[in-house]
């Protein structure tokens, strides 16, 4: 079972940062919003509120979204939800979904990050085949025992658990992800992530650390572009390897 990370490492609470965040839920909101633009009538707006809530978006820019669908504001363009497939040396697969209101720009961005690094882009489905569709979800433990979260899944359909770097991880099938969201947050266990996302069937090994660096610097690069909203990536750095290549980036990094 792949034990590979869920959710994108923490950034930096610069204003740039916060920014990208701030936009990619307000995307989010519209896209949601175009089905219904109440929440109270729309599950799918309501989370995409929800999710943007837990992330500190301010409620003028959640209002300001779900404005855009209907008619009061006039600056609305088409968001289009666009999957970018590559494979890497060593068979890494990487798949970067994005958010975008201008496929013009977020192209060439996508082909100039993964060119930069050596690598080429695929055909849609030729990579995203190494990769399952599921359900996760995500709690930390500083605030519950593991093993009542064990009791609780073994009372719902999750498909796999574990534990990794102090976070209790749960993996569902895509039919059951909404039925054992419910049935944690009925229990009032607080979900520090719940969203479907890309797992890999299989995981490639990154032990160089000239690779390891290479792949952590590409990553850097597509977390860094504003229409970015999730990478998925096939490969498992040590968490050994990994600190040493963070030292070497944050000692190796230019600052004015």
């Known amino acids: 079972m792949w034990r590979g990370p869920v959710i994108a ?35 799918s707006l309501y989370d995409a509120i929800e999710k943007a809530r837990k992330d500190n978006v301010p409620n003028d820019n959640i209002q300001r979204a779900i404005k855009k669908w209907t008619g009061e504001d006039k600056s609305w363009v088409q968001i289009d939800q666009i999957v970018y497939e590559w494979y890497g040396p060593g068979g890494v697969a990487i798949v970067v979904s994005t958010l975008t209101d201008n496929k013009n720009r977020t192209a060439p961005n996508m082909r100039h990050i993964f060119s930069k ?102 990553l850097e690069a597509f977390w860094e572009d504003e229409d970015v909203e999730k990478i998925s990536v096939n490969m498992h750095i040590s968490p050994e390897l990994q600190k040493e290549v963070d030292e070497f980036i944050e000692k190796n990094t230019f600052r004015t």
């Not at 936009?23 to 633009?37: E, M, Q, V």
């Not at 976070?167 to 969201?181: A, Q, R």
Request: overall charge negative; glycine content about 4%; hydrophobic content about 40%.
């Open 117 to 218: 690094y050596g690598w080429n882009l695929w055909e849609p489905g030729s990579v995203s085949f190494v990769f399952e569709k599921k359900g996760i979800l995500v709690i930390n433990l500083e605030n519950y025992s593991q093993e009542k979260l064990e009791e609780l899944v073994f009372e719902t359909d999750g498909e796999d658990f574990f534990e990794e770097e102090g976070l209790f991880k749960i993996i569902t099938s895509l039919e059951n992800f909404t039925k054992v969201k419910k049935f944690f947050q009925e229990k009032k266990i607080e979900l520090e992530f719940a969203d479907i996302d890309y797992i890999p069937s299989n995981t490639v090994e990154i032990d160089d650390f000239d690779k390891a660096l290479k792949l952590t610097k590409m």
């Open 9 to 43: 490492a923490k950034k930096s609470q610069s204003n740039a940062a916060k920014q990208k965040v701030f936009t990619i839920h307000a995307k989010l909101i519209a896209i949601a919003a175009a089905k219904w633009w109440d929440p109270d009538k729309n599950p």
